[in-house]
């Protein structure tokens, strides 16, 4: 992916614009000034070549200059645009020739400084309506994230494969918040320069303890395209009526020519999964696209799989710390190690859990808060299993079920099959078939090489098959 103009400062763009110049009228080449944002915006706009588009911008910014500085003005038209030697020019204008040269860089910096401020100010609008098309984000400081983030950044930046990566994991680990704070940073860093984004988000859990439904609608593969396509080809007028055969192709040939980045959020609730993932696979080629799921998606090709750990528990503490602070909880803030310990046995490192317990330490004490999660007694613990597990538990079947409710019984490190098999008392193959399931849901992790791999869960997931999955059994 190409790195940004940020990374051209004005010191570096002047020798570029003089070079231009220099080579008017024959011998000009775009260079590094055809990567800015002014040229490509003007290519497309005007429909001009690079070469056309720079020379335009630079006419426009000597015109711009001759309102303000009109003898620097008439030095570079006389000297670049009209081609005069230095002799003749400092002749016209009744200056010395070391004094015309003087002016003449002095016009040069000025012209940088026009086209310079043009092209931040161009930047400063675009990352405005793209972080207003992220929304606020949901999160006001991110914890045990930073090497992931540079993990992710790294596929993110490099001009190959993979194109297709998914951050994967259970409801509430944080994949969101890790694609918005990617999105953010590369946007800032200048890393891409032009982002989709498309949520399928079906529900929102609020910290209050509380589901809402999302109002964006069911996405489909038709829905998507339209979506993406209303984001990124808005200066091309799309065919009425709309139908993805005729758009997609569009899209394909502008995620070519001009590198995104594109965030597909919470892929698992997409209706028609088997359509949207070959198109997906056409768009990027040039383009990379990020995806969240609650779902693995093992079984399909290209997709580089990125699994989304727990916090840690310095991470989860520093969390709650700060969800204190944040909120002015006192008895949580004074929380000694003991407390934090106990909030990590019952939800682990789960963010959307731990902030779920930090916010009710407001108005329970945190005793009560724990039990009321293991025991799922009053609403918003309820709320929230309903929100994490009950789609994935109602997928299951009746052995992936009894499996999962084994789990509880496993020590910390996990089981390996053998004692699975024998804890759960199903054949190996039926085990077999529900452990794939269960890990392809996220519910159950698998750790160790492919001939030890051990079987094990989340503390969340622990607390909610005490009794909460009772009640919907
Ligand atoms: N590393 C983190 N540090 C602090 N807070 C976090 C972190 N990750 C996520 N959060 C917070 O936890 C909550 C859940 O995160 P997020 O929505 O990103 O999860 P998700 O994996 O996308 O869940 P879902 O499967 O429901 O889409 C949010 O309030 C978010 O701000
Ligand atoms: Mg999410």
Same mark, same amino acid.
């Given at each position: 992916m190409q790195i940004g103009f940020e990374e051209q400062t004005a010191e570096k763009l002047q020798p570029e614009i003089h070079r231009f110049l220099a080579g008017? !009228? &024959?011998?000009?080449a775009a260079g590094s000034l055809g990567k800015m944002q002014l040229v490509r915006q003007a290519a497309r706009q005007r429909d001009l070549s690079s070469l056309q588009a720079v020379a335009r911008i630079l006419v426009e910014g000597i015109d711009e200059l001759a309102s303000r500085k009109p003898e620097q003005a008439q030095i570079l038209r006389l000297r670049f645009l009209d081609g005069l030697a230095m002799h003749v020019v400092a002749n016209r204008i009744n200056r010395s020739e070391p004094a015309a040269y003087k002016l003449q860089r002095k016009a040069l910096r000025s012209l940088t400084d026009i086209i310079y401020r043009q092209e931040l100010a161009l930047k400063a609008g675009r990352n405005e309506a793209i972080f207003a098309r992220l929304g606020a984000p949901e999160y006001d400081r991110l914890f045990g994230i930073d090497e992931l983030l540079s993990n992710v950044m790294e596929l993110v930046q490099s001009p190959s494969q993979p194109w297709l990566i998914l951050l994967e994991g259970? !409801? &509430?680990?944080g994949k969101t918040s890790l694609a918005d704070a990617l999105v953010r940073k590369a946007v800032v860093a200048g890393v891409v320069e032009h982002v989709g984004w498309v949520t399928a988000r079906r529900q929102i859990f609020r910290l209050s303890g509380r589901i809402d439904a999302a109002k964006t609608p069911t996405l489909t593969t038709a829905a998507l395209v339209e979506n993406l396509a209303n984001q990124i080809l808005r200066d091309t007028p799309l065919p009425v009526p709309f139908t993805v055969e005729q758009v997609l192709p569009l899209l394909r040939q502008r995620l070519n020519e001009e590198p995104h980045l594109i965030v597909v959020d919470n892929?698992?609730?997409?209706?028609d999964l088997e359509t949207l993932l070959p198109a997906l696979r056409l768009l990027a080629r040039h383009s990379k696209i990020l995806l969240t799921s609650r779902r693995s998606l093992l079984a399909e090709a290209h997709l580089y799989h990125c699994q989304i750990p727990e916090l840690s528990p310095e991470s989860a503490f520093a969390l709650l710390r700060h969800e204190a602070q944040l909120r002015n909880v006192h008895a949580l803030a004074a929380a000694d190690d003991d407390a934090l310990h106990a909030i990590y046995a019952t939800v682990g490192g789960n963010p959307l859990a731990l902030r779920l317990v930090a916010g009710q330490t407001l108005v329970h004490d945190l005793p009560s808060i724990l039990v009321a999660l293991t025991n799922a007694r009053g609403e918003s613990a309820s709320q929230l299993y309903n929100f994490i597990y009950r789609n994935a538990w109602d997928s299951l079947d009746e052995i992936a079920q009894r499996t999962l409710l084994v789990m509880p019984l496993a020590p910390p490190q996990g089981l390996v099959f053998p004692l699975l098999a024998q804890t759960s008392g199903l054949a190996e193959s039926e085990l077999y078939d529900a452990l794939d399931r269960l890990v392809r849901l996220n519910l159950i992790d698998r750790r160790g090489d492919l001939e030890n791999g051990r079987y094990s869960i989340h503390p969340l997931t622990q607390s909610f098959l005490q009794e909460q999955v009772l009640r919907w059994k």
């Open positions: 008017w !009228g &024959g011998g000009a259970i !409801g &509430g680990i892929l698992e609730t997409v209706v």
